[in-house]
């Protein structure tokens, strides 16, 4: 069993049982491969199985796209000062003593960021990029999110992005974590750009009257 094909470097086959086997009819066998692209854009490649079956040589066609990252400190982990909680390129809006850099729970690295409420207050916390692009653009947000009695109540615990030209609105795309109490669950969103940008805000929100939510593993990545 080997890969092939146009950027089949780009793929790696990290398990394997097939190779060198024998299979009963209707029998299986796994090949694991992953994904790591060195540049940005479209990547093809395929398994090819040399077989005896019906049909053979057997190919599993594979596609991925690599994209760059746009986020800075998404991890949360980098902080101007020992004892700020507001992470570096981030900036804060009606965050209280409590909010911020928290090192209880955490899905990747040091830290994750904490937003919670008494009151409905929104409060925010952003990043801005001045970042040239176009349209056709194909971004991908992710992000973790843990979240404690949140309220059904009116308010939202979201992650935006939002792209501008000049000061002027272009597009908005938003991921919503649910209400109540759970685990680090991670939310994923795949979007392309609808029109030119040369801005792009980056902004967690939490305004709900109780509740917190813990962020961490932000990521944003654009490719071609």
């Not at 909010?99 to 929104?122: C, H, M, P, Q, R």
């Not at 971004?139 to 992650?159: C, D, M, Q």
């Not at 669950?185 to 801005?199: C, E, G, H, S, V």
Request: hydrophobic share 35%; glycine share 10%.
């Amino acid at each position: 069993v080997t890969l092939a094909g146009a950027t089949a470097g780009q793929f790696h086959i990290t398990a394997n049982t097939c190779s060198y086997q024998t299979l009963i009819p209707n029998g299986t066998c796994t090949i694991t491969v992953t994904f790591r692209p060195t540049t940005a854009g479209a990547k093809t490649a395929y398994i090819n199985i040399p077989d005896n079956a019906l049909g053979q040589p057997h190919k599993i066609m594979l596609s991925g796209r690599g994209g760059i990252e746009l986020a800075l400190n998404g991890g949360f982990n980098t902080y101007p000062t020992a004892t700020s909680k507001i992470p570096t390129y981030w900036t804060a809006t009606n965050f209280a003593a409590t909010d911020g850099k928290n090192t209880a729970f955490k899905k990747e690295g040091a830290a994750s960021v904490k937003i919670a409420n008494a009151s409905a207050l929104t409060k925010t916390l952003t990043e801005t990029r001045p970042i040239t692009g176009a349209a056709g653009n194909k971004f991908r947000l992710s992000l973790w999110g843990k979240g404690l009695h949140i309220p059904t109540t009116a308010g939202v615990v979201r992650a935006q992005v939002l792209l501008y030209y000049g000061s002027t609105l272009r597009q908005t795309v938003t991921i919503t974590f649910p209400n109540g109490t759970y685990p680090f669950t991670q939310k994923t969103l795949a979007f392309t750009a609808t029109r030119a940008y040369n801005k792009i805000v980056i902004k967690l929100i939490y305004s709900k009257g109780t509740g917190a939510e813990w962020f961490d593993g932000l990521s944003l990545l654009r490719s071609p």
